[in-house]
């Protein structure tokens, strides 16, 4: 579940998710969130890398939300599924998690549905990747340290 107001993407996070929700190997049980995904896609505000506000949640961004229930404080990085490591706090752009945070910006409150409901956060910090150049978007591999709550 969503708010009804648009996503923010670069281009160049645009192209690579329509890459990886084109690609085979999706499970059943994701379909819906996967559709939920493309169709914000379709209606996005798309933006050129350099124009990306500094508090929007972009692939790679390391992110700092609040559960608005329970008030635990967590930290994640958003990452392509291939890099995916939740224990870790690398939160897969296409997990339920990951579709919902992804274009919000700080201060915004998020929901998605999870087996046992509804779950909110309040997006507390957002801290996107340094940029790259575009010859050097493609080698490069970043690493996130996970941050303990302060």
Known sequence: MRRNDRIV?????????????????????DHEHL????????????????????????LQ??????????GMVSNYTLVSPAQADVSSGFVSVLAPLGTALLGYREGDEVEWQMPGGVRRLW???????????????EQ?????????PA
Do not use: F, N, W, Y
């Open 61 to 70: 961004s390391q992110v700092r939300v609040r559960d608005c229930e329970t």
């Open 123 to 137: 997006i507390e910090r957002v801290t996107q990747p340094e940029p790259l150049s575009a010859d050097r978007s």
């Open 140 to 148: 490069v591999t970043s690493v996130h340290s996970v941050h303990a």
């Open 35 to 58: 559709l939920d995904l493309r169709d914000e896609l379709e209606q996005a505000q798309v933006v050129r890398d350099d124009e990306m506000p500094s508090d929007v949640v972009t």
């Open 9 to 29: 993407v670069t281009r160049s996070d645009l192209e690579r998710l329509r890459a990886i929700l084109g690609s085979p190997g999706k499970s059943a049980r």
